[in-house]
Antibody, heavy 115, light 112 residues
Framework: QAQLVQSGAEVKKPGTSVRVSCKAS????????VSWVRQAPGRGLEWMAW????????NYVQKFQGRVTVTTDTSTSTAYMDLTSLRSDDTAVYYC????????WGQGTLVTVSS | DVVMTQSPLSLTVTLGRPASISCRAS???????????LNWFQQRPGQSPRRLIS???TRDSGVPDRFSGSGSGTDFTLKISRVESEDVGVYYC?????????FGQGTKLEIK
């Protein structure tokens, strides 16, 4: 069955950047996009972006425009999310999901931003 | 942007009794392809979310049939026919019709 495995937890200082990876298996990667969603501690789910693994089309939520970049590497069925200019309120669990409908989810990556 | 509003935000239900969660969209969710991309997710404590239902009423594989989704226009409902202990968690609706896609605030389900 489909599986999404994300990279491990990160601790970052304010103003720096983080890269989270998401390796897909068990399905044809180029048939589905990859979505990125985050969840701050004790809070709800928040959309960030999604990218088509078929043609590379990308949609970003305006709140993150200019700070987030999502990419895919179809040769390794891996998606990446880069977030720059980190602030303390970027502390959250970051999830990747299969397709814009989030059919399957990764295990989450905790990113902690602290000085 | 479409705003998704869930109610109630918290729900306490006796084991074996039904539960119902409402989700209202600030505008209609019919896509240009004719589909309504309204999904429901369950997030158990300490776990990643899991999709239960897509396109209003289609249960994902492995989802117990006590979960059902319904609705049209701007009003949607998730129903659990008989709540079990494993249903504890937070439930989110999500619209995937108009970008930016959006989740509701979440409804926390507890067992009495």
């Amino acid at each position: 069955q489909a599986q999404l495995v994300q990279s491990g937890a990160e601790v970052k200082k304010p103003g720096t950047s983080v890269r989270v990876s998401c390796k897909a298996s068990g399905y044809i990667f180029t048939n589905s996009g990859v979505s990125w969603v985050r969840q701050a501690p004790g809070r709800g789910l928040e959309w960030m972006a999604w990218i088509s693994a078929y043609n590379g089309n990308i949609n970003y939520v305006q709140k993150f425009q200019g700070r987030v970049t999502v990419t895919t590497d179809t040769s390794t069925s891996t998606a990446y999310m880069d977030l720059t200019s980190l602030r303390s309120d970027d502390t959250a669990v970051y999830y990747c999901g299969r397709g814009p409908g989030l059919r399957d989810w990764g295990q989450g990556t905790l990113v902690t931003v602290s000085s | 942007d479409v705003v998704m509003t869930q109610s109630p935000l918290s729900l306490t239900v006796t084991l074996g009794r039904p539960a119902s969660i409402s989700c209202r969209a600030s505008q209609g969710l019919v896509h240009s392809d004719g589909n309504i991309y309204l999904n429901w997710f369950q997030q158990r404590p300490g776990q990643s979310p899991r999709r239960l239902i897509s396109k209003v009423s289609t249960r994902d594989s492995g989802v117990p049939d006590r979960f059902s989704g319904s609705g049209s226009g701007t009003d949607f409902t998730l129903k659990i026919s008989r709540v079990e202990s494993e249903d504890v968690g937070v439930y989110y609706c999500m619209q995937g019709t108009h970008w930016p896609y959006a989740f509701g605030q979440g409804t926390k389900l507890e067992i009495k």
